[in-house]
């Protein structure tokens, strides 16, 4: 991959997917967000109206501080790429868009997410849709767009799934291709897997009980037994 990329972890799976692309980071920002919010007091737990606007006020501010770090980032690194698995969001969008003035042609890159690429958001509602809409394009101005599906807004110009023909988008206005293998199975990713694994809590020992695991290959699937569970090395 050439030029300089940016990467927007939104999950674990993508930093993951990130790390495995393009290891090592030059350097790495941790943004304002969810882990923020509850260091400042405000939990999901406290249902009362003051409580709520307090969560409202709490991630308003969030949410500029997050901006102005992508500000800064695209002032200091100048990405020739932006690479997310969630282009809906506001943040992400704006990366985006500051990434497209600066740049010629589509700066973003779509990594697969998961369940999203592959079944859409059901829970979308008609009404709320609207009013989301409105209130983010009054917020935000003409830059913010609303996305139907997930790697699909107009700056994304190629897509990298596990399952490129089974992707919901199969638009050919991107580029679509295959998530490489190469990318999952060097010890950089594998350690860094191990380190995540342990981080979050993964019960590796209870791995031992799955019968098998499944995975695509040679367009073919291949099934193969879970091996015991061994501590990081």
Known sequence: MSGRALYLASTPMIALAAAGADCPFETIHRLPGRHTEHTLGVGDDRHGVGDFLRRMRVKRDLRRQTLAAFRRIDGEFAPDSVWVGNDRKVETQYALHLASQRVSGRPGRYLDDGLYSYLGDVRQRPLIRRVDWLVKRISYGRWWHRAEQAGTSPWIAESW??????????????????????????????????????????????????????????????????????NAG
Request: charged share 25%.
């Open 161 to 230: 799934f596990a399952f490129p023909d089974q992707a919901i988008d199969q638009d050919p206005r991107r580029l679509h291709h295959a998530l490489p293998a190469a990318w999952f199975t060097g010890r950089p990713f594998l350690r860094l897997s191990i380190l995540a694994a342990n981080q979050f809590g993964v019960d590796r020992a209870g791995l031992r009980r799955c019968s098998s695991v499944r995975r695509r290959c040679s367009r073919r699937t291949h099934r193969h037994q879970v091996p015991p569970a061994r």
